[in-house]
């Protein structure tokens, strides 16, 4: 089905069952722990052996030699896979280094070596044996350093007018740079994968957001054809965008079942998760706003500074700042150092997470510069067309609505604007908000229907449930346009046998894969009014189909046999005629201790305007996920980096901190009621990043309101705060 007009009216309006609370369908698989990941293939995969990585210890350089015998000789011990007896190796198109290093070691804890014995503990003891000699080269590893010896432009910026004459003649300025840190997905799962040999078909169980993509690398990696790879990944203890690509996990887990000849699993030990896997890069940004007095944007530019691997991508994170406020002037660019750490790569909400942390403070500071309401000056600066593009209107765009309910909702007018001007007891109180901005991303994604003889139906699609509810809003799609209830269809997801969907990631999976659906049940609802003779028009509603006085059940129309039908959604060019994005306004509370400078976080708010909500339960849900994920990068979330030998070093969750139940309060998500027919049959949008997009600001403007510091360099810890704390 090719999507390349705007949406009508058709069944899901029906909401009957999509948009409704529905409960999660996996939620009592997971709650009992009887939904198998990864590594707990036991009954698919019997006798596994154990895998064990063993990750470089130098940033950057070469393997001399590896000496072997001592683990080889270990109790338990049956394969030790290294780059010399692992066979040509390729490189996925979405890997930036080598899954397995050798002879050139690209980054530290580069897997070297995969240990394989019969247990866990023999196998990592044995780890423990191998003799690993290096020569190290010298690395970089300071982004600010690769700053100030400049760094490549990449060829993404986008200029508007002329932004240096426009902030010259601007009547009030700002200039400030602001920094965000590495940070680490510290997902509750690791990543892990169980692999088997079938001659030379290879089956995976792993945990993968993006299932083609990874059997499309892995095959790549191996030399081998993609239609020998079989990859399962139903069940995922969080990715975040960790695991949108193949892994090492996989890829030695698949060379160790093939050397040990029997079933290999293998989990990343968790302090190789950090610096083995992708991250969060770090950015420096450089803001500068030129306003009228009157508080109207005249000039805006954002430029941020990343690091990466030789091959990689920066940071993208001016995107937002292209489209959130008007202005005629306009400069946005994005540099990239090349540095010698880690790969960094997606981590939920790309670009707009970071470049919002430092976007929304400098819009408070704007605002303070200006002797505006925050709310006032966002508001006044609202534009219904892209900046660059004024033909290209948005195509819905609730930004003003989003902060004005938030504002009356939070008690925004109780507000003091005078920092450090309330207190309570030891501490200070302050309220802040940030602006909330993520694109809506759409791509393609397939389905393939059943309908059997019971008149039961079941969805097949290789699209992943990473803990975001996609089995719940696929048998909602499903149950809405077959009009048969939701106990009686199945959804079977993540294998690649069946058809590729969008995946998960970048806040498209939900709506992408629910149009995918939806195109598969309008093939399949013509399929059945023809066997039937029935109108086109026919309605399907109780499991029944009914036109012109004639009823039929799906069941008896299906006969003994049933059948199925397979399509895809297609989107057309809507997305180049019609600014897509998704907004919202975030509002925080905070007490701050007058002594120590300990930051609480009291209550929080968002309010979020994308599309129709296919499933309110699970759409709140996630908000709540990435508002908690917020307050951790704003006070905690940081990866520390060694500049002297080129790695994380708090590379475990003893080091790393990321929000508990204690951080977190009473948390609030409002939704907006709105479809937006541009973007999928659905009407709908992504929501999981948006809740992310903004916060940390929102904190930060909150703890500034309540003490007058302003930091600028996340995260917010009270090192920063305490010498320049009001006076008590």
């Known amino acids: 089905m090719k999507f390349d007009t705007p949406a009508t009216t058709n069944p899901i309006d029906q909401l009957k069952v999509v948009g409704q609370p529905v409960d999660r369908i996996d939620g009592p698989l997971k709650t009992t722990g009887t939904a198998p990941y990864a590594y707990e293939r036991h009954a698919a995969a019997p006798d596994a052996a154990y895998g064990y990585v063993v990750g470089a210890t130098i940033a950057k350089g070469r393997i001399l030699g590896i000496d072997q015998r001592a683990a080889e000789a270990a109790p338990g011990v049956l394969a030790i896979v290294t780059a010399k007896n692992a066979g040509k190796l390729g490189k996925g198109e979405k890997n930036i280094a080598r899954l397995l290093a050798g002879p050139n070691v690209e980054h530290y804890h580069q897997a070297v070596a995969l240990v394989v014995a019969e247990t866990f503990e023999q196998a990592r003891s044995a780890a423990q044996l191998l003799q690993v000699r290096y020569e ?180 993208e994170a001016t995107q937002q700042t292209q489209f959130l406020y008007a202005g005629a002037h306009r400069l946005t660019g994005t540099r990239l150092a090349v540095l010698d750490l880690p790969e960094g790569n997606s981590m939920r909400a790309p670009g707009e997470a970071p470049g919002m942390m430092a976007l929304e403070i400098a819009m408070d500071e704007m605002a303070e510069r200006l002797k505006m309401d925050p709310i006032e000056f966002r508001v006044i600066n609202d534009t219904q067309v892209d900046p660059a593009k004024p033909e290209r209107r948005f195509s819905t765009r609730r930004l003003v609505e989003c902060l004005r ?70 048998a909602q799609t499903a149950a809405e346009m077959m009009g048969v209830p939701l106990e009686r269809v199945k959804v079977e997801l993540g294998d690649s046998s069946f058809p590729v969907s969008a995946g998960s990631g970048g806040q498209w999976g939900a709506n992408s894969s629910t149009a995918g659906v939806y195109a598969a049940c ?57 600014q897509q994005s998704t907004f919202g306004a ?121 003490t007058g510091v302003r930091v600028r360099d996340y995260p917010i810890t009270l090192d920063k705060l305490i010498a320049q704390m009001p006076r008590v």
């Open 136 to 315: 190290s080269a010298e690395g970089k590893f300071d982004l600010a350093k690769a700053r100030e010896a400049g760094a490549k432009t990449i060829d993404k910026d986008q200029k508007v007018g002329d932004f240096a004459s426009g902030y010259a003649a601007a009547q009030v300025q700002h200039d400030q740079t602001y920094s965000t840190p590495d940070q680490s997905h510290a997902m509750m799962e690791p990543h892990a994968t169980t692999a088997a040999w079938r001659g030379e078909r290879l089956t995976l169980w792993t945990s993968s957001q993006m299932v083609d993509w990874a059997v499309s690398d892995l095959a790549k990696t191996l030399g081998i054809p993609k239609e020998r790879v079989h990859l399962m990944s139903p069940y995922i203890g969080g990715g975040f965008g960790g695991k949108l690509f193949l892994r090492a996990d996989a890829l030695l887990a698949a060379l160790g079942a093939r050397l040990a000849q029997r079933p290999v699993k293998v989990a990343l030990q968790r302090p190789l998760m950090a610096n083995n896997t992708v991250h969060r890069p770090a950015t420096i940004q450089r803001i500068r706003l030129g306003a009228k007095a009157s508080g109207e944007l005249t000039a805006i530019a954002h430029e941020s500074w990343s690091g990466n691997l030789p091959g990689g991508d920066p940071e």
């Open 405 to 474: 309910t938030g504002a009356e909702r939070f008690g925004w007018a109780e507000r003091s604007a005078q920092p450090a001007s309330r207190r309570e007891g030891n501490a200070w109180i302050g309220i802040g908000m940030a602006a909330a901005f993520r694109n809506n991303l759409v791509m393609k994604s397939g389905a393939r229907v059943l309908l059997d003889g019971r008149g039961s139906v079941t969805v097949q699609t290789d699209m992943t449930d990473i803990g975001t509810g996609s089995y719940t809003i696929i």
């Open 522 to 578: 309008v093939k399949l609802r013509e399929a059945v009014v023809q066997r039937a003779g029935l109108p086109a028009d026919a309605e399907f509603a109780d499991g029944m189909v009914r036109a012109g006085g004639k009823s039929l059940s799906l069941a008896e129309i299906a006969g003994d046999k049933g059948f199925s039908v397979a399509d895809s959604i297609e989107f057309g060019d809507l997305d180049k005629r019609y």
């Open 586 to 706: 975030h509002f925080v509370e905070v007490a701050v201790d007058a002594y120590t400078a300990e930051v609480r976080v009291r209550r929080m708010l968002a309010v979020c305007a994308a599309g129709r909500i296919l499933n309110p339960k699970s759409a709140r849900s996630q908000v709540l996920g990435a508002m908690t994920m917020g307050v951790g990068g704003a006070l905690m979330e940081h990866l520390e980096v060694d500049k002297r030998r080129g790695f994380f070093v708090n590379h475990d969750l003893a080091g790393y901190e990321v929000p508990v139940h204690a951080d977190i309060p009473h948390l609030e998500v409002m939704f907006l009621d709105e479809t937006d027919p541009v973007s999928s049959p659905m009407k709908a949008k992504g929501v999981g990043e948006l809740g992310l997009c903004g916060v940390g600001a929102a904190v930060a403007n909150a703890i500034y309101n309540a």
